[in-house]
């Protein structure tokens, strides 16, 4: 963990200091802003690499039909992500405002809140997912060796749900208290730790997608130990004290801090529910194109959701900066925040999507070597770097809206960008002589028109005048 932060820090340093020198970013935002926000793209990183060396590891183990296997299994498992992220966007709103307005005793109560709130919502995920695998594999997979392949996927990795969601919960916490550094030694040390455990149990004891579903299991329960360690005593060993800590004396529910992150937390969820739930339609879809273009498929998707490393910190550095500034009443910093913390995003995006563009044909080798996977491939994962361009903008926009609890503009753009741009575009791909550039121009348009209303409703600044409605709620006055 030592060797593996320094150069993303290196290289989002750079950014900035070439972001101040043109004059888009001042000093001191450039670095409050990156040392927030690189922990949380090495976070990210590290257990996307992991998702991804899953896919490697199984397709190596067992063929292409292992890559779509675990690709039909993955939309059902990461609804952990929907609603465990979608909760805890509404948690960082709390605890940064909280912290900004320095009332630190309703931090943990915010914490709890949003603990009960995740497992109430992920629990019947797993009595679902563990009891009804392959009828759920079956009505987007294609191919008995995918679905079965799937099925078992599914039913082991539903188990890693709700310790997942918790983890999410107090990775936020304590992003929005100024700590991004702790997240990410235990989550990232948690990925690594799972792709040994992976390792192991795919090769030595010849578990394919089962051992990949079990080190899923393992490490979300060894990282969720340490969080609730190091948040009930206030200090990790090796890591010192933590800026936050859960005060067992303190009220652990509280039915207005329940009411405000449904409010808040509600349309983040239904818009990961879109964004990733339209997963299961665009499978079914992608379907129709035949086996070998789901597994290329599966493979940009993987891709470009490693390419969203920068998403994973600026996002969430502008939430707990522009949260803090609102906490504290200052409007106008908080406007400077999330201006600055935009542009740092949007140019981060568009360094990884040009790189990622021009060495498209290497990092397909990793995944497949032949001709034919090749000539699908490729064209699939340049299509995703153009859409990860505009990812840039939907990334820089949330920030200050979360942050300010004003979530419901990001939900309309996502099912807008699912409806009318992606699925459409996909099925016409695959029933009519346009072929794979239909699924080409649904990746662009899966993001851009969300961009397009994303963007929007954050330069409208709208988001100020209901973060101000929000503050008495947020910081319990």
């Known amino acids: 963990m030592a060797v593996l932060p320094n150069p993303v820090r290196a290289l989002i ?23 927030l926000a690189w922990p949380r793209m ?63 005793e309703q931090i943990g109560t ?14 019947p995920l797993v009595v679902l997912f563990w009891t009804f695998p392959e009828p759920l594999i079956r009505l987007i997979g294609t191919g008995d060796a995918a679905i079965r392949y799937g099925t078992d996927y599914l039913q082991i990795a539903s188990l890693a749900i709700p310790f997942s969601a918790l983890n999410l919960i107090a990775s ?16 990232a040390g948690g990925a690594v730790l799972n792709v040994a455990i992976n390792a192991v149990l795919i090769f030595l004891f010849d578990l394919g997608v089962v051992g990949a579903a079990l080190g899923t299991v393992v490490g979300s329960i060894l990282s969720l130990g340490l969080f609730v ?31 405000h992150l449904l409010r808040v937390s509600t349309p983040l969820v239904l818009r990961k529910m879109a964004q990733n739930g339209g997963q299961f339609p665009m499978l079914a879809i992608v379907g129709l194109f035949g086996p070998e273009v789901v597994a290329a498929y599966v493979i940009a998707l993987r891709v470009r959701a490693l390419m969203n490393t920068p998403g994973w910190g600026f996002g969430l550095a502008s939430s707990s900066l522009v949260g803090q500034a609102l906490g504290r009443e200052d409007d106008q910093l908080a406007e400077l925040y999330a201006r600055e913390a935009f542009r740092f995003t949007v140019a981060a995006f568009a360094a990884v999507a040009v790189a990622v563009f021009l060495t498209a044909t290497p990092i397909v080798h990793l995944f497949v070597d032949t001709p034919e996977a090749l000539g699908v491939t490729v064209p699939i994962l340049r299509a995703a770097c153009v859409s990860v361009l ?22 309309y753009g996502q099912i807008l960008g699912l409806l009318v741009g992606a699925l459409p575009a996909a099925y016409l791909g695959a029933t009519t002589a346009l072929g794979t550039w ?3 121009m649904s990746l662009v348009l899966e993001t851009g028109l969300p961009a397009a209303v994303i963007y929007y409703r954050y330069a409208s600044g709208e988001w100020r005048r209901i973060g101000r409605a929000h503050r008495s709620a947020t910081i319990g006055v």
Do not use: N
């Open 13 to 35: 340093r750079a950014l900035g200091w070439l972001l101040v020198r043109l004059g888009l970013l001042s000093s001191a935002r450039a670095q409050q802003i990156t040392a």
């Open 42 to 104: 090495v976070t990210g990183l590290a257990r996307m690499s992991k998702a991804t060396a899953d896919v490697a590891m199984v397709g190596t183990a067992l063929g292409p039909a292992a890559i779509a296997g675990v690709g039909y299994g993955v939309p059902f498992w990461t609804m952990t992500f929907m609603i465990g992220g979608g909760i805890a966007g509404g948690t960082i709103s709390l605890v940064s405002q909280r912290y900004g307005a320095e009332r630190h």
């Open 110 to 123: 915010a914490i709890t809140v949003s603990a009960a709130l995740a497992l109430v919502a992920t629990l």
């Open 172 to 187: 936020r916490s304590l992003i929005g208290a100024d700590d991004a550094w702790t997240p990410m030694v235990v989550r």
């Open 229 to 259: 360690w190091g948040l009930g005593t206030g200090r990790l060993p090796l890591l010192g004290p933590l800026p936050i800590r859960l005060r067992w004396t303190a009220p652990l529910w509280s039915t207005t801090d329940a009411s």
């Open 390 to 411: 505009l990812w840039g903008v939907i990334s820089g926009g949330m920030g200050p809206l979360r942050a300010s609890g004003d979530t419901q503009w990001p939900f």
């Open 438 to 440: 239909g699924l080409y």
